[in-house]
């Protein structure tokens, strides 16, 4: 599968980046991760503290699929507004996903103080502004449903944007105590924590085939050797689908440029993450050396090469949105990539389990806040291996109960997936 191509930013930031071994011989561990970008790094980390084995394998070197490319804002507001998610999953369910949210980004902050690299976590407000007239509405009820989940934030009106902000827009969320992070010394920050707790890590090693057995998984890799694993965790980001189509996931084109260092943000009240209802929409923020990312364009381009081909108008019509919003801050473009971007058609991440593929869990973090998922995500799979069960697992399996559920529904969830009965309840229940 063909992710992405252009020029990456984010590796450019890490000098001594560090290096880990091929696999050479035969092991046995209690948990292998596959893939080494931010979610495999965010498993490993959740799992370093434990008396458990864990290894962990990555094809190319660590942090060079999406996680290079990720923009890394770091919210819980995703592309589908909370009032949408509550008419698909109901108000106790979505009102769970955002406390797991928030405590997912909280749990990064952690993370980023832990590690021994400096990865420029920093909290900030965000801007989101409606794009048409016709989106106020909406944005008024999202408001409502976030004041009564009681999260920090603030509904804007025009008087208020324009004394703020360079432009004018109808309406806007000021959503306080996001994040923005640099994703790629993140998940090296991650993975040394782990390999400093005894996870074995090893670059250019790719699995190529599997055996599920009654006791655990053997993993043959192109290095020719075996891994005899316990539990397996599959975070090959994007390309999980080739590993197991999971039909929830859908794919999109995206576009980002990130700029050369600007001089002068005063006109950038807040250096507020900022993006807007339009769908496909425009996202920016900067970065702790004072460059801005501008992202967005999205469209369904399904082939790497037509998605390609658009990069280089893309990236005009990125700076040229940005000059709308800053006309006073001059950019001049640095780095600029075209990418897949995966969501999944109910909006919520998912966690896959498979009868076909006992002693396994498949991460999708898919979705506008990958970042976030991914460790909400990472962390329930943990609490799932290390103490046999995670309350919060039904939440994100591929069969989760919509809305307008029935016992059947509550049956698919037993059948399909290994969760246990009690479990497929609780979430019938909530
Ligand atoms: C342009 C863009 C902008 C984004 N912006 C944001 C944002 O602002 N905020 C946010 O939260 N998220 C954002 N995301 C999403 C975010 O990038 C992803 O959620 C995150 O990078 C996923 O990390 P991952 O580890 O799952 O995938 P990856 O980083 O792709 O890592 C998977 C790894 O698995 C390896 N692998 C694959 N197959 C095998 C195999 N067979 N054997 C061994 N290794 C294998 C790959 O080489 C790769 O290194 C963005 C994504 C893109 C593309």
Not at 18 to 34: F, G, H, Q, S, T
Not at 92 to 104: D, E, G, N, R, V
Not at 337 to 360: C, F, M, N, V, W
Not at 407 to 420: A, K, R
Request: proline share 4%.
């Amino acid at each position: 599968m063909n992710i992405q191509s252009g020029s990456y930013y984010w590796p450019t930031t890490l000098i001594d980046t560090p290096i880990y071994p091929k696999l050479a011989e035969d092991i046995n561990c209690d948990v292998l991760i596959i893939g080494g970008g931010s979610s495999g790094a965010q498993c490993a980390y959740y799992l370093a503290e434990t008396d458990l084995n864990v290894v962990l394998i990555e094809k190319n070197t660590i942090g060079s699929g999406s996680t290079s490319a990720n923009t890394a804002l770091i919210q819980y507001a995703g592309e589908k507004m909370f009032i949408n998610l509550q008419n698909t999953f109901g108000k106790a369910y979505i009102f769970k996903h955002l406390s797991l949210c928030k405590q997912a980004i909280d749990d990064i902050e952690k993370a980023a103080a832990q590690i021994k690299r400096d990865c420029s976590f920093i909290r900030r407000d965000t801007l989101y502004f409606a794009s048409h007239h016709e989106d106020v509405e909406n944005l008024k009820k999202e408001y409502q449903l976030l004041k009564e989940a009681q999260f920090p934030l603030q509904f804007l009106s025009r008087e208020d944007i324009a004394s703020i902000y360079p432009f004018s827009k109808e309406a806007a969320i000021y959503f306080q105590n996001d994040a923005e992070i640099n994703p790629f010394i993140f998940t090296h920050g991650l993975i040394e924590f782990a390999n400093n707790h005894d996870a074995k890590v090893y670059e250019q090693t790719k699995m190529t085939g599997h055996a599920y057995h009654e006791d655990g998984v053997t993993i043959y890799t192109d290095t020719k050797q075996k891994i005899h694993a316990k539990k397996v965790i599959y975070c090959a980001g994007y390309e999980n689908v080739e590993l197991k189509n999971e039909k929830q996931a859908s794919f999109v084109s995206t576009y980002t440029v990130t700029t050369e260092p600007v001089n002068d943000f005063s006109t950038w009240p807040n250096r507020t993450l900022i993006w807007e209802t339009a769908r496909p929409y425009l996202y920016i923020r900067t970065t702790a050396n004072n460059r801005v990312i501008i992202g967005g364009l999205d469209d369904n381009a399904i082939y790497a090469e037509d998605r390609d081909n658009k990069l280089i108008h893309k990236k005009d019509k990125l700076i040229q949105e940005f000059n709308k919003l800053f006309p006073d801050i001059p950019v001049k473009p640095a780095y600029y990539l075209a990418a897949h971007y995966g969501g999944t058609r109910d909006g919520l991440p998912i966690i896959g389990q498979y009868k076909e593929a006992p002693h396994s869990y498949f991460l999708y973090g898919y979705g506008d806040n990958g970042m976030v998922y991914s460790q909400l995500l990472a962390r329930i799979i943990s609490e799932d291996i290390i103490t046999g069960e995670s309350a919060n697992l039904p939440y994100y399996l591929q069969h989760r109960p919509k809305k307008k559920r029935n016992i059947t529904c509550c049956l698919c969830i037993f059948i399909n997936t290994t969760i246990s009965l009690r479990e497929a309840i609780v979430v019938y229940f909530s």
